[in-house]
């Protein structure tokens, strides 16, 4: 059964740095998402990508996150400068239509912890 | 704000009983309800769905309500398996956006 990938699966950095996380869509979808979910809390939607740029983001999105699609695999979400509050579980999901009654299938996380 | 709210953060069930998951939400324009289960380490998984012009959609053991009305809907399990025992997300969404979670409940089946 095809499903998203996602890695590193924990990753740990320093305050002030950069990470970057990755994942690999379903092969056939067509629009990626990254959410995060900080310890207890819940699910927060971060970004929503289409044809190659952002279709809907969200206040957490800010100007130190991006996102790409650097090839026809891959979908990344850069943190340029991060943060102690940074610290979270990251998924990414994808989906192949953006129809109400579509869902998302999402990856199993990589968890960042900013130390 | 939260749009979407799942006011129990746990709920205990014996095995084999009915294990009801609530989740009200505020904006009365999503079109769209769905209901997640996540184990530890892993990504939430699609488990159920409901479109906003039906009140009720049935799979095996699981059943979702709505209740536009009262801006609620409920996910029932029936009956429970020890297996059940994850955290369950309610999402809403609007046509075209992305999905907007609750906080979670955390199930617990107990054999």
């Known amino acids: 059964e095809p499903e998203v990938t996602q890695t590193p699966s924990h990753q740990v950095t320093q305050m002030g740095q950069e990470v970057i996380l990755r994942c690999v869509p379903i092969?056939?979808?067509?629009?990626f998402y990254w959410y995060r979910q900080i310890l207890g809390q819940k699910v927060e939607f971060l970004v929503s990508?289409?044809?190659?740029?952002?279709?809907?983001k969200s206040e957490i999105f800010d100007d130190q996150f991006s996102v790409e699609r650097p090839d026809g695999s891959n979908f990344t979400l850069k943190i340029r400068s991060t943060k102690l509050e940074d610290s979270a579980m990251y998924f990414c999901?994808?989906?192949?239509?953006?129809?109400?009654?579509?869902?998302?299938?999402f990856g199993q996380g990589t968890r960042l912890t900013v130390v | 704000d939260q749009q979407v709210k799942q006011n129990s953060p746990s709920l205990s069930v014996q095995e084999g009983r009915i294990s009801i998951l609530n989740c009200d939400y505020t904006?009365?324009?999503?079109?769209?309800f769905l209901w997640y289960k996540k184990y530890p380490a892993e990504g939430p998984t699609f488990l159920i769905s409901?479109?906003?012009?039906?009140d009720k959609n049935e799979d095996g053991r699981f059943t979702v309500f709505l209740n536009k009305s009262a801006k609620h809907l409920s996910l029932h399990i029936v009956p429970s398996q020890p297996g059940d025992s994850a955290v369950y997300f309610c999402?809403?969404?609007?046509?075209?956006?992305?999905?907007?979670f609750g906080k979670g409940t955390t199930l617990s089946v107990s054999s």
């Open positions: 990508f289409y044809n190659n740029e952002i279709s809907e």
């Open positions: 999402a809403a969404r609007l046509a075209g956006t992305a999905l907007i």
């Open positions: 092969s056939n979808h067509l629009y």
């Open positions: 409901i479109s906003s012009i039906k």
């Open positions: 904006n009365s324009m999503f079109d769209y």
């Open positions: 999901a994808s989906s192949d239509s953006d129809t109400v009654n579509t869902e998302a299938f």
